[in-house]
């Protein structure tokens, strides 16, 4: 395709018609105007997009919030030093899973090749100029000083300059980001680049950070691009509690180290969350595992901005391990042990998520997988779990619990590799399923109905308010749970024995 003509022959009728309202509009202030970056890109590459980034003749953040006043849109300052804002617009048929177009104004920096030539990719270095509106864009040039038209083609990610990465390292991610989501390669210099300027990843906001990394794990088979982030030195660059990792040898049934070992756990998360390939898997390793829409749904769920389940399974899967290189020792036997390393995991793994500046609601989620994450094969030794093994480990985890089912069965093949035992496989997964059909099945057994209260124990026992109160309900929410009693009359009953017998 000839570099005219582009917007008139590929750009999406609903997004035309918004960009010549916002082209008349700046036209009427007298501010040129160009689309620039990703939404040209997208359109060439006919993907559907919602983001427009526009660079304008004037002071963005003083022109973003009239074009939002005059579309009915809301004003949202992104950037003040770099004065950049954002209009959000909603619009139900919007290409987005939020139904809304998102407008990022910035100030144009010099003519528009000086300001492309500050921008990241080449293929992200392109523009439209939007007074072109006025023809309907039939006859658009494109603005391409460094032929990111043909890269594209090429399906390469190349900068724009040397200076790319030294002047914004977060691009140092979101080149491998790019690459992964539109499945280009990065070229050469550009590698040597980021692997050059990796240990810069370490000065960049952790809001940055937390967004590009969530964007990187969204990406199917996002376990095989940690292997490609450790290659350049962006893994332990981004978090180096990881580079303790490498290199420690555990027990003999295991087939890597704890760094591969880690890797491999999320390569395998992706696998059951059907989301990515296991090499060492046969086919009927994975034709066991329970899948349902409802599973599907949960791992959906969105915790925070930006983040679903499925994204902190994965997360929590990368640092399920990280204490193991502090919690290692030698037992009288000879064997490798890594007593606590859960417990301890669970702390580092907090700070980490605290300094790339993810939410509480994220943090508390990680967290407790990370720290709960053996809880699964030690609810049996011998045969399924009892119900009330089932209770305490959803009392403990929450909704966390079906997350750490999954862990610990991603766990395992990462643990054997291709050394797998098919029979010991098929009993994790049995108990597995067994657990998950309790927790759908029988919601009374992971929150037993009320039989009895605070009130009730101080009420009918004479009992003072206490700890003992606590301790005696929660004795009652086990039986209960285990089907012992089913009552109100036999929860007084077994309250009033266990009084007794601590009197006597």
């Not at 950070?209 to 290659?231: F, W």
């Not at 969105?302 to 929590?316: D, F, H, N, P, Q």
């Not at 909704?399 to 991603?410: N, T, W, Y």
């Not at 108990?431 to 009895?452: A, D, G, M, N």
Request: hydrophobic share 45%; proline share 3%; glycine share 6%.
């Amino acid at each position: 395709m000839d570099k005219k003509n582009l917007f008139g022959s590929l750009i999406e009728p609903r997004a035309l018609l918004l960009l010549t309202k916002v082209s008349n509009f700046l036209a009427e202030q007298d501010i040129q105007s160009y689309v620039v970056g990703g939404f040209v890109r997208d359109v060439l590459l006919r993907r559907d997009t919602a983001d427009i980034d526009i660079v304008v003749t004037a002071d963005a953040l003083e022109i973003a919030p009239k074009v939002a006043t005059a579309l009915g849109g809301k004003y949202v300052l992104l950037d003040k030093v770099n004065k950049v804002g954002r209009v959000v617009l909603a619009n139900k048929r919007a290409p987005s899973t939020k139904g809304q177009w998102q407008l990022d104004f910035s100030t144009l920096k010099g003519n528009i090749e000086q300001d492309l030539a500050q921008r990241d990719f080449t293929i992200d270095a392109m523009a439209i100029d939007l007074s072109q509106s006025e023809k309907n864009y039939a006859d658009s040039q494109l603005i391409d000083p460094f032929n990111g038209w043909d890269d594209l083609h090429q399906g390469v990610i190349r900068v724009v300059s040397d200076a790319a990465f030294k002047s914004d390292a977060a691009r140092l991610l979101r080149a491998v980001r790019l690459a992964a989501e539109l499945e280009f390669s990065i070229d050469k210099q550009t590698e040597t680049l980021i692997q050059r300027y990796s240990c810069l990843i370490a000065s960049v906001a952790g809001e940055r950070v937390r967004e590009e990394l969530l964007r990187l794990l969204a990406i199917p088979r996002a376990g095989q691009l940690l292997s490609y982030l450790d290659k350049l030195g962006l893994i332990t660059a981004l978090i180096p509690e990881i580079a303790q990792t490498k290199g420690v040898e555990q027990p003999k049934e295991h087939f890597w180290d704890v760094f591969d070992h880690t890797i491999q756990t999320v390569v395998a998360v992706d696998f059951l969350l059907r989301q990515g390939d296991w090499e060492y898997a046969k086919e009927e390793a994975l034709a066991s595992v329970p899948w349902s829409v409802v599973l599907a749904q949960h791992f959906d769920l969105e915790v925070s901005s930006g983040s679903t389940r499925r994204l902190l399974l994965k997360l929590a899967a990368l640092l399920h391990d990280i204490a193991k290189p502090q919690a290692k020792a030698i037992d009288a036997g000879g064997r490798v042990r890594f007593l606590g390393h859960a417990q301890e995991g669970a702390t580092i793994a907090s700070g980490i998520l605290e300094r790339l500046r993810f939410s509480n609601k994220e943090i508390k989620l990680v967290e407790i997988i990370v720290r709960q994450h053996l809880r699964p094969v030690q609810m049996s030794h011998d045969g399924l779990p009892s119900r009330k093994a089932i209770y305490r480990y959803f009392r403990d985890t929450g909704e966390a619990g079906i997350d750490i089912l999954f862990l610990s069965l991603a766990d395992h093949l990462a643990t054997r590799g291709p050394h797998l035992n098919m029979a010991h496989w098929q009993n994790h997964v049995q108990i597995v399923e067994y657990v998950l059909t309790h927790r759908f099945q029988e919601e009374s057994l992971v929150v037993p109905l009320k039989l009895v209260d605070g009130h009730d124990l101080i009420n009918i026992f004479g009992m003072s308010p206490g700890p003992r109160i606590g301790e005696l309900l929660e004795a009652v929410r086990e039986a209960q749970a285990s089907g012992e009693l089913t009552t109100k009359e036999e929860a007084l009953s077994y309250i009033r024995e266990r009084l007794l017998s601590k009197a006597v």
